[in-house]
C-alpha cells in the first residue's frame, strides 16, 4: 500500500459547525503533515507531527486542531471556521527520516468551502 | 526572510526541453525537492537534491549548486501530460518542513 488517503473528498460547511478530515497511511512513515492550498497558489504547511508528537505548528488558529491518534491515521479537527478558510486541505506523509529524504507522498485532499 | 524563485509559467511545444530555475534563500537547508501537481489533483514527488550535481530519473533531471542556492528541473521529450504546475521546496529543517517556492505553470502545445 503506497498511498495516503483522505476523507471526505468535499465538505461544505458553515460557520457554527464541527467536522474533522481524516487521513490515513499504511506506508510505515511516522512523519505526517498538514497543509492548506489557495487556488493557484503553493501548500502552506500548518503542521507537523513525527512519531505521534506534534512537532511544528506554523501559527496556525485555534479554529484548527490536529490530532493524531496513531502512527497511521491524521485528523484535523474544523470548528467555527472563516470563509477565508476554505482551501484545499491535504495531508502528506514521509519516511522515518523525513529531512533526509525530501519526499512526502501527498493524499488527494479534501476541498473544503466554508459558507 | 525565506524566499524561493522560480518563473511563473514556461510554454513549450511536445517533444521540446524545458529546464525551469528555482534559486532559494531560506534559514535552514537540508535539500531541494520538486513536485508536480496536475489542476485538481495533489503533488506528486519528482526528485530531491541534498548534494550538488544532476540527478536523473527518466525523462526529468533536477540540478543543484548549494553554493549559488539554485537548482533547475529539465523536463526532456515533453508530453502532453507533463502540462502542470512544478513546484521547488526547501527541507528547512530536520522534521521535513518544506517551504515551496510559488510554482511554475509549464503549458505544453501540439
Known amino acids: 500500500d503506497t498511498e495516503v488517503t483522505q476523507t471526505p473528498k468535499h465538505l461544505v460547511m458553515g460557520m457554527t459547525n464541527k467536522k474533522s478530515l481524516k487521513c490515513e497511511q499504511h506506508m510505515g512513515h511516522r512523519a505526517m503533515y498538514w497543509y492548506k492550498q489557495k487556488a493557484k497558489k503553493p501548500p502552506e504547511l500548518m503542521f507537523v507531527?513525527?512519531?505521534?508528537?506534534?512537532?511544528i505548528n506554523e501559527s496556525v488558529p485555534s479554529r484548527f486542531s490536529p490530532e493524531c491518534p496513531n502512527s497511521s491515521l491524521l485528523n484535523l479537527h474544523l470548528h467555527a471556521l472563516q470563509p477565508e478558510d476554505s482551501a484545499l486541505y491535504l495531508c502528506?506523509?514521509?519516511?522515518?527520516?523525513?529531512?533526509?529524504?525530501?519526499?512526502?507522498?501527498f493524499g488527494p485532499g479534501t476541498r473544503l468551502t466554508v459558507l | 526572510g525565506q524566499s524561493l524563485e522560480q518563473p511563473s509559467e514556461v510554454t513549450a511545444v511536445e517533444g521540446a526541453i524545458v529546464q525551469i530555475n528555482c534559486t532559494y534563500q531560506?534559514?535552514?537547508?537540508?535539500?531541494l525537492s520538486w513536485y508536480q501537481q496536475h489542476d485538481g489533483g495533489a503533488p506528486t514527488f519528482l526528485s530531491y537534491?541534498?548534494?550538488?550535481g544532476l540527478e536523473e530519473t527518466g525523462r526529468f533531471s533536477s540540478f543543484l549548486s548549494r553554493s549559488d542556492s539554485y537548482g533547475y528541473l529539465l523536463l526532456q521529450e515533453l508530453q502532453m501530460k507533463d502540462s502542470a504546475s512544478y513546484f521547488c521546496a526547501v527541507t528547512t529543517d530536520s522534521w521535513g518542513k518544506l517551504q515551496f517556492g510559488a510554482g511554475t505553470q509549464v503549458v505544453v502545445t501540439p
Open positions: 531560506t534559514s535552514g537547508f537540508y535539500g
Open positions: 502528506a506523509s514521509s519516511p522515518p527520516v523525513a529531512g533526509e529524504a525530501g519526499e512526502q507522498f
Open positions: 537534491n541534498a548534494l550538488d
Open positions: 507531527y513525527s512519531y505521534e508528537k506534534l512537532s
